[in-house]
């Protein structure tokens, strides 16, 4: 499982240098805006959702560079979705991987524009992209907005919010994280079958492996913070509290094997994937 | 300037019938968060940026129904806009149009996510379109990306919080409102060029226009606010403070005229855009 770390490594080095370099471009916007962005995408993270858009793209024939600023694309729209869910008025969280989070170094104000920045920023660079055709960049932009949007992440986020204090199912934890968390994951698999080029089929599948290993990963982060006795975002109901650790490591170890068997069936290389999909849920951070 | 009356008071019902049939879609998301953005809509507003764009593609030969999507997202941006601007830390207002802001009607979490949402949805709107090619999606994308996010609309918000508090000269003044207001009318009256397939001399002359009328109106607000003993949105300095009414008032019929100079060389048949752009700078409300 380790043989593939150096062509991750060089994958999460190119995001961080496109990443940067986007937003360092004077196009880019009013500079006090690209500063806060930038403080917030410099915290670091594991830069997952662009890697899978990049590992899918090259499984399936593509080149890195044709889905970079895609990539980049995906992974502004996560940042926005945490600064703006980090705020008071959301999980009224001061820290963020061990930083002030943005309304605390900055501003609530500053953090409100800065989120609506890169969620703007985000369907630009996806527009302006010099790697795609047009209907590439129509459909990269759907898929952007379907994920994070009032059928994806942001309705997972309003879902959340009203769970709050809520004794919940099984079923409802699964539909605030397969909303939350996986349909995101899910569009940044997809993201890399349309600059790749795949069939419609093709992506249709990507997008159903990705909720299976969206979901699985959000198990696992619940298992994880639960050993590490982090307070859970969701008003205290995880995984672990309704299943048990145990049980909650073999739904999420299922979800992954579902989730193999189909990446085994996919056209092209497809090694990497597997290989990312088994570190995403075998994790210790 | 009454002639056209019945023509604008068309494209007002025509777009007030397809941002409601475009929320009421399943495929627009979670129903609490179109309620919540159907609230924000039903508070009226003038529908000024829909209209532009409408108005400039009829005047080009376009035909409504082709760029009545991107009208519409046009609209869900100045919407999501208006309701994150009213959130307690930015601009605190408890009332839009007479009625509870949707922060106070829902909560500020819901504000803060009914915002994202439509911006978000924005995008997908124009994305889905079944009328604009591939490139005139492209197109509007950007269109819609540029005048709202860090080089227009969003740029103008941080400017206008920086400013709080201090004096401005007429030259800062017209900075913030260039980028609040004019530039996200100049993307309108861009996309209506977009929609009926201008050239993209003509969509550059097209955003030139915005920019003056979107001044122009901007100069007229501070002067109807000031007549009304309106709080002003601008930490209290606006163009009557610096220029005094009489002087406002030339310096927007000036920006008119130099719009309608511009108006009168663009190909088609620019009447009602003319009269479109008076009644923007000649108005009473």
């Known amino acids: 499982m380790t043989t593939l770390e150096p062509a991750l490594q060089t994958k999460i080095d190119t995001v961080e240098k496109r990443l940067q370099s986007l937003l360092s471009m004077d196009t880019a916007g009013y500079a006090p805006l690209r500063e806060a962005a930038r403080y917030a995408l410099d915290g670091g993270g594991k830069r997952l959702r662009p890697v899978l858009t990049l590992v899918v793209n090259e499984a399936l024939g593509g080149q890195d560079e044709t889905a970079l600023d895609a990539a980049c694309a995906m992974e502004y729209i996560h940042n926005y979705s945490l600064i703006h869910d980090d705020l008071p008025c959301m999980d009224d969280d001061d820290f963020r991987r061990g930083r002030p989070s943005l309304h605390k170094q900055y501003s609530e104000s500053v953090a409100v524009l800065t989120g609506d ?34 059928v994806g992440m942001i309705a997972g986020q309003a879902m959340d919010l009203e769970a709050e204090g809520q004794d919940l199912s099984v079923a409802q934890l699964d539909a605030i994280h397969l909303h939350k968390t996986a349909c995101l994951i899910a569009a940044a698999m997809e993201l890399g079958g349309i600059c790749a080029g795949a069939s419609s089929e093709v992506r249709q599948e ?11 990963f959000q198990i696992v982060d619940d298992v994880l913070d639960d050993e590490q006795d982090a307070q859970p975002d969701n008003g205290g109901v995880n995984y672990v509290a309704l299943l048990g650790r145990d049980e909650s490591w073999t739904a999420a170890e299922k979800l992954l094997q579902e989730s193999l068997a189909k990446i085994a069936k996919l056209p092209g290389n497809t090694a990497i994937l597997a290989d990312l999909a088994e570190r995403l849920v075998h994790r210790t951070v």
């Open 117 to 150: 920045y890169l969620l703007t920023y985000a369907f630009e660079v996806i527009a302006q992209s010099a790697t795609l055709s047009a209907q590439q960049k129509v459909d990269a932009s759907r898929c952007l907005a379907q994920g994070s949007g009032g």
């Open 206 to 216: 990507l997008h159903a492996i990705g909720l299976l290993l969206g979901h699985a």
